[in-house]
């Protein structure tokens, strides 16, 4: 019994690492896919930055 704890306690732990690798992988796409959106499109890039210093100006902590 306890074995099969431990292989239960295994592969969870293989199945974070991998959850956690394929985060990472999808986070540095969708920053990629941000940077050429931003290229391709700069008067948009602008205005969402403008947007975006907006609201943190006007955010209360």
Do not use: I
């Not at 796409?29 to 941000?34: G, I």
């Not at 602008?46 to 209360?60: E, G, S, V």
């Amino acid at each position: 019994m306890p074995d099969q704890e431990s292989r239960a306690d295994a592969s969870q732990r293989e199945t974070d690492a991998e959850r956690r690798r394929r985060r990472a992988q999808f986070l540095r796409d969708l920053a990629e896919a941000r940077e050429l959106r931003d290229r391709v499109q700069p008067r948009r890039a602008k205005t969402a930055r403008l947007r975006h210093a907006m609201r943190m100006r006007t955010f209360r902590w």
